[in-house]
């Protein structure tokens, strides 16, 4: 059965946010193409970075350069999370400006059955 997730995001800086949560115990956390959306309400353009963390350790898969003020992006890939350490964060370059650019991330979450 997958079970539909998701979050509110509001981007501080320089520091990775989490977007996806880690999967539970036996489950697998899978986000769909365009499942993540950014919007840059700040006043100038900031670069998205998108990694997988998996026990502390990020690994930078995508980066949305120069997203300009008032515009939006989304993560044109799939991920598939499947250790209970592994979450997916993101982060801009630098501080914003005036208004912390901002976000929504959805992911369903599957059972893994052990037989």
């Given at each position: 059965m997958?079970?539909?997730q998701g979050k509110r995001l509001t981007?501080?800086?320089?520091t990775a946010i989490t977007v996806v949560d880690a999967p539970g115990a036996g489950q697998q956390a899978i986000v769909?193409?365009?499942g993540v959306s950014v919007y840059n309400a700040?006043?100038?353009a900031h670069d998205f970075t998108f990694q997988v963390n998996k026990g502390g350790t990020p690994s930078i898969f995508w980066k949305e350069a120069a997203v300009a003020a008032?515009?939006?992006?989304?993560?044109?890939?799939?991920?598939h999370l499947v250790a209970e350490d592994e979450t997916l964060e993101a982060k801009i370059e630098g501080a914003h400006t005036?208004?912390?650019p901002a976000g929504?991330?959805?992911?369903?979450?599957r059972g893994v059955e052990v037989t």
């Open positions: 997958l079970l539909p981007f501080t800086g320089g769909p193409k365009n700040d006043s100038v008032g515009t939006h992006a989304v993560l044109p890939k799939v991920v005036l208004t912390a929504d991330s959805a992911w369903l979450v």
